[in-house]
């Protein structure tokens, strides 16, 4: 099965605010989401996690790496929860120090409006991007304990990025995984989104793939569920390595 709607995906996991740039929340004694997605969405993201939790407040956001549209959203839902928590890479926080990389988020944040034609005016946040604080700061191996008895245990996974972490929640078999295991633009074609290292990207895969998954979260548009996790793994190792080799036959040398 697939899951590419906002909503329940099952016994307390949520797709929020929008599928093309999905906060993933789940609901329990210790709320918490993963990612933060786009700046101009945070009112979008607020309503839907207020929604969802009946009022109660998200007591930590985990993100997988900084770019423009994975942490954008944060500064304007730390000041909307407030006491919210951001858990992120060491890497991560360096990179929020950043006066350029802050000013590129900036401008990227601004410039995907185009694609948010689907929203009215109204729901868009037009503030600029602010740099925030990681309140806790995560490396591979880390458990985080959550009070009703579930575990978020993190890994590092770079290859997308150096900053990235996925997470997985092992007593529901929920993997947030992103861009660390590529991205399908559509059901056909699975992105290989090596932005940094080919094999170290390669490596990050091999490991999520070997996890016991139940629920496969990429980084836009669709959610993987029970058989469909394998298959899409294998698929997303394979179109790797055709990436690998396509770049390999057409690489020139003088």
Not at 14 to 29: D, E, N, Q, R, T
Not at 111 to 119: A, K, R
Not at 188 to 209: E, H, M, P, Q, W
Request: hydrophobic share 45%.
């Amino acid at each position: 099965m697939i899951f590419d709607k906002t909503g329940e995906v099952r016994d307390g996991f949520f797709v929020a605010g929008w599928s093309h740039y999905p906060i993933y929340l789940l609901k329990g004694k210790t709320p918490v989401f993963f990612d933060g997605c786009l700046a101009l969405l945070g009112k979008v993201y607020r309503e839907a996690i207020t929604s969802i939790l009946n009022g109660d407040p998200p007591r930590m956001a985990f993100i997988t790496h900084v770019h423009f549209d994975h942490c954008g959203a944060i500064p304007y839902l730390k000041k909307a929860f407030p006491g919210l928590k951001v858990a992120a890479s060491q890497k991560a926080k360096d990179i929020l120090k950043r006066p350029n990389a802050i000013k590129l988020i900036q401008q990227l944040s601004a410039g995907v409006e185009d694609v948010l034609l689907e929203f009215d005016d109204a729901e868009l946040v037009r503030d600029p991007f602010e740099p925030f604080e990681i309140d806790r700061v995560l490396q591979d191996g880390d458990v985080v304990e959550l009070e009703d008895g579930l575990r978020v245990q993190v890994l590092a996974t770079p290859g997308h990025t150096w900053d990235f972490l996925s997470y997985y929640v092992p007593e529901k078999k929920i993997l947030v995984a992103s861009e660390s295991v590529g991205c399908a633009l559509n059901l056909d074609y699975i992105s290989t989104d090596s932005l940094t290292d080919f094999g170290v990207y390669l490596n990050s895969l091999k490991r999520l793939a070997s996890l016991d998954v139940q629920i496969l979260c990429q980084g836009h548009r669709y959610v993987y569920l029970d058989e469909d996790v394998e298959s899409f793994l294998k698929r997303s190792i394979q179109a790797a390595l055709e990436f690998k080799a396509m770049v390999e036959e057409y690489w020139v040398t003088e």
